[in-house]
């Protein structure tokens, strides 16, 4: 395994009265995909959130490429290379899909100025997102806007990147064009983190993979061991997947 | 030329600026189409009220922030140029100081609100900025001596200002070119400037930002941007451009006094014009501003006529009674609330869009 980009240890996250994150482990290697499997609950929005200062964790520390950002700012730790695709996708509804790509391009001051050639490289798997430039993000259909949201996220190159199931509610024919785009992005210097509930999409992306449950991880290991071995599915996704094969 | 003068923002409906267009030319020669005081009047005051609702729609409808405290910054420039003509003396240098005071009185206030209570939750913000315009309105009654009190203070403008200046010995176009008029166009042209300068702050990569706020400020700050900078920046500016159209205001009116510019009226004004007009489009305030000032002031003048119409039918003669003229404001912002929900200006551009 290659040095570790981002560093969780012993992370423990209370939200108001609840104790969500109970001590979580990560190491999240440079470069490829680690997969964030677990139970609705587990805990893998929330472990999300606090890397991205969304939440403070209350003990342990969060390292990202070699400092300490457990307790920064959410901007700080943005500008320190990581974009956050939300569930929600949080598009900006009432700005068009040109202005949403233009905010999250910080390093441009012109909306003009925008990277040509790496826009031309996210056109390529969202075509979409060239038909509706100049439209309102609002008006864009459900896979569109998740579209949007995660060609926000890699405007510009970032170090690492957490997506939170993007598969969440889209047609099955979206989700194949999304497996496209990340198995691009993973052609590139960025590092990705992706909570998914959707096994089945995650198994042939994944080089890595971490399970959490109840706020404590439960295992973590490379993707190929995990989906060569049933019993190891079954017993740390439970029935929950049984469905899906 | 067009597109930079508009910063690209173009009203995106025919409707929209064939009104537009009507306004800007009404206000524009207002003196020459108009004779009575009064008329001028009512022109100046849609200018003034024209830029003192852009600059609340910055907060409210651009970022997203309540804040009570617009009137309080509107008086600051009221009271900086009236104090300032009325204490040193009738010229353009105690303008001008009035004005620079009364710029930083309002940007360290604003400064010191937003720094405070912008890091916290909307509500808040809007208690204080309550709690701080209250407090500011009950100090300028108070402290007598200074600010007049209730009763205000009357001052003298600068000569070319005044009233009984002449520019030119003829008339022009069958109009005195005398110093109210002067004061109309300087009015005019600082309102069209200010605006002009407010299309450009929202449309700017900065105003943007703003937008994203409002819609979602945890993404803003995912992407990256501090919030609390960039709102307390446009709590600033907002701040900083009422203040000016206080101080445009009082030299219209040659008098300052609470009641006409700290009084909790101007701002439920402003919100009315705001919301009536259009959240979130400058436009809006623009159309509101119109509307709003012209049925303050001659709504009641049109129920006298259609009262004197229906002078035969009691019943009804009685409900259009000219004292009922607040009545009938009343329902008209209810209906136009219930109706335009998104303001007259969202309303005008979605029917203008394809669907």
Known sequence: MSEALLTLKGVHTHIGQYHILQGIDLVVPKNGLMVLLGRNGAGKTTTLRTIMGLWHASQGTVNFAGRDITHSATPDISCAGIAYVPENMGIFADLTVRENLFLAARNVKKAGEMDTARLEWIFGFFPALRKFWGQPAGTLSGGQKQMLAIARAIVEPRKLLLVDEPTKGLAPAIVRSLIDAFLELKTTETTILLVEQNFNFVKSLGDSVAVIDDGRMVHTGTMAELSGDMDLQQKLLGLALEHQY | ?355
């Open chain 2, 1 to 355: 030329m067009l597109a930079k003068l508009f910063s690209g923002d173009f009203p995106r409906s025919r409707v929209l600026a064939a009104l537009l267009l009507v306004i800007l030319f009404s206000l524009a020669c207002a003196p020459f189409l108009t004779t009575g005081a009064r008329m001028l009047n009512v022109a100046a005051t849609i200018c003034i009220f024209i830029v003192l609702a852009a600059s609340y729609d910055l907060l409210l409808g651009y970022t997203g922030i309540v804040s009570f405290a617009h009137t309080m910054f509107y008086g600051i420039g009221a009271y900086g140029v009236g104090l300032a003509l009325n204490s040193i003396a009738a010229n353009w240098w105690a303008v001008f100081a009035g004005v620079i005071a009364a710029l930083l009185l309002s940007l360290a206030l604003a400064l010191v609100i937003g720094l405070f209570s912008l890091r916290v939750k909307a509500i808040f913000f809007a208690m204080i900025t309550l709690a701080v315009a209250s407090a500011f309105a009950v100090l300028a009654s108070q402290l007598s001596d200074f600010t007049g009190g209730e009763d205000g203070r009357s001052f003298t403008v600068p000569e070319i200002l005044h009233p009984d200046f002449r520019l030119f010995d003829a008339e022009v176009f069958g109009r005195v070119i005398d110093g109210k008029l002067i004061t109309y166009y300087l009015v005019f042209c600082s309102a069209l400037v200010l605006f002009l300068l407010m299309l450009r702050i929202v449309n700017s990569p900065f105003g943007r930002v703003l937008q994203a706020i409002r819609e979602n400020d945890f993404r803003a700050e995912a992407l990256g941007y501090r919030t609390a900078i960039y709102r307390t920046i446009g709590n600033c500016l907002a701040a900083l451009i009422a203040t000016l159209a206080g101080a445009l205001m009082t030299l219209w009116l040659r008098y300052v006094g609470p009641a006409t510019f700290l009084s909790f009226e101007v701002m439920t004004d402003v919100l009315l014009i705001v919301v009536i007009g259009g959240m979130g489009t400058l436009y809006g305030a623009v159309i509101g501003a119109t509307l709003l000032i012209l049925a303050q002031n001659y709504l009641h003048a049109l129920m006298g006529q259609t009262s004197a119409a229906l002078s035969g039918i009691p019943w009804l003669s009685m409900l259009f009674h000219p004292d009922r003229w607040l009545l009938w404001l009343g329902v008209l912002f209810v209906l136009s609330v219930y109706f335009f929900p998104s303001g007259i200006v969202g309303r005008l551009r979605r029917s203008a869009r394809p669907a």
